[in-house]
Every structure is written in C-alpha cells, then in structure tokens.
C-alpha cells in the first residue's frame, strides 16, 4: 500500500486563493518531500523538510510536518494558473529506504 | 548541466514482446531509480542503482528487470509485456542514494503502450 495518501484528490480555486493540500503516512520516515508533475511529464522536486523540522519556505510554498500525527501539509499562496498541475508528497521509511509517492493532488488554478 | 534523458519518449508494444527503456542521468549522478505509473496504482517504485548494483527493490514480478552500466546510464527491461504493463516509466537520478534524504531529479518518462 502507499506509504502517502493525500487529500484533497483534486482541488479547484481562482488566481490569487490560497491552496493547502494535505499528506498522511504510516511509518517513521527520515524526510518527506513534496514534487509536483505537469500534465503526464517528470516530476519536478519542490522541497524536502527533514523530520525534526517543522516548518520550511521556498518562495510562495510553506510546508509543515508533524511527525506525531504522521502528516504534512502544503500550502501554495497567491496561486497562479501556472500552477495547475499534480501535487505528490514523498517518503522513505526509515526501514527500508525505499521513497514512496502518495497518490497525488490534482490543482486546477481557474485565470 | 544537462536533465535526465529517457528514451524512447514513446512506445507501442504487442503482448508478450518485450522491451528496453534508456534512462541517461545528469552528469556526475551515480545513482538512478525507476518509477512506474499509473493511473490506477499511482507512482510505484520499481528499483534504484548505484554504481552498478541493484540497491532496492519495489514489489514488482521477475518480469522487471534493471541494469546500471559503468558510465551510471540505466536500462530496464520488461519481458512478455501484459496490458496491464501500460503506463508512464519515469526514470530519476541523484548524486548518491536517496533513501529519502535527497532530492531527486527526474526525467520526461517513456510512455509504454501495450496492445
């Protein structure tokens, strides 16, 4: 089973709103990354926040984890139509190493 | 610095053929992970290589295989191919294995069509 499952599945908001998408996991990790994937393309990395972080910024993405509830959030702020694509949370258990994707959140950014 | 480079981009196979995806990782990367995806399992984890060893292994059958060359470009392989085989092959590379704690970079993916 996936180690990530993330909510909402898809999630739809206008130019400028605030988007929040949310990662749960099952075991202890070392760290957890976010990427995003444009429509069927690669991957690209967005952040990696270790687990005795936090909280970490990069640019209009915030990124929170709490390892006591085994979850991560991820905020986009002002979003842009440029931003409509997947969003997939990362982790590696501690155990195995293996990184393992959630089943993503699809964003649609309306202009 | 140049990405990863997969190819071929695209693929259309018969069942039961068998077929050979190239992934070249960005320079100075030794270590290359496969991805399959689908939209019904998502992003699975296929296997990772380091210096040319096998370093994990996802919950796929035999029928994957892998292999890593000296110079760090990648080859996996999937023989007698089931419809089921379609998906987007994504091939990703880092300086060193990841086991979570580094970024990875990947590339555009191979899309395999089996008919």
């Known amino acids: 089973s996936q180690q990530g499952e993330e909510d909402p599945q898809a999630l739809s908001i206008q130019e400028g709103e605030n988007a929040t998408m949310n990662c749960s996991y099952k075991?202890?990790?070392?760290?957890l990354q976010w990427y995003r994937q444009n429509s069927g393309r690669g991957l690209v990395h967005l952040i990696l926040?270790?687990?005795?972080?936090r909280e970490k910024h990069s640019g209009r993405l915030r990124v929170t984890l709490d390892t006591s509830k085994k979850s991560s959030s991820l905020l986009i702020t002002a979003s842009r139509a440029a931003d409509t694509a997947s969003y997939f949370c990362a982790t590696a258990s501690s155990n195995t190493g293996k990184l393992i994707f959630g089943q993503g959140t699809t964003l649609q950014v309306k202009p | 610095k140049a990405g990863v480079t997969q190819t071929p981009r695209y693929l259309i196979k018969t069942r039961g053929q068998q077929v050979t995806l190239s992934c070249s990782p960005i320079s100075g990367h030794r270590s290359v992970s496969w991805y399959q995806q689908t939209p019904g399992q998502g992003l699975q984890f296929l296997f990772e290589?380091?210096?040319?060893?096998?370093?994990n292994k996802g919950n796929f059958p035999g029928r994957f295989s892998g292999r890593q060359f000296s110079n760090s470009r990648s080859e996996m392989n999937v023989s007698t191919l089931e419809l089921g085989d379609s998906a987007l092959y994504l091939c990703a590379s880092s300086l060193v294995p990841t086991s979570g704690r580094y970024e990875q970079y990947f590339g555009p993916g191979t899309r395999l069509t089996v008919t």
């Open positions: 926040i270790r687990s005795n972080e």
């Open positions: 075991t202890s990790i070392n760290n």
């Open positions: 290589y380091f210096s040319e060893t096998q370093r």
